[in-house]
C-alpha cells in the first residue's frame, strides 16, 4: 500500500523538518565551537544534520512524484525560511 500524504501535510511535515534542520545544523555549530569539530559527539550532531537534510531532500522528490503538476515554486514548500512549526 502506497501513501500519499495531501499538499497540506506535506507543508505541515517541511515546518517541522525545516526547523529541525536549522535547529541541528546551529547544535552542531556550537558544539563544534565548543568543543572541536575532531570529537565523537560534533561528528554525531553533523551526521544527524546531514541525514535529516537528506530526509527533506527525499520528501520533496516524493511531493513532486505523487503531484507531477506542481509548479517549480512548490520548492518553497520545503526550501524556505525555517520558522518554529508551532506558529
Known sequence: MSLKPTLNEYEELA?????LCSRLTTLSC???????VSKEPYKLASDASKKLDMCKS??????????????REATKIFYHEPKDPQD
Do not use: A
Not at 60 to 69: C, I, Q, R, S
Open 58 to 71: 527525499m520528501m520533496e522528490d516524493l511531493m513532486f512524484n505523487h503531484y507531477p503538476g506542481l509548479p
Open 30 to 36: 556550537k558544539i563544534g565551537q565548543k568543543i572541536g
Open 15 to 19: 515546518k517541522e523538518i525545516n526547523f
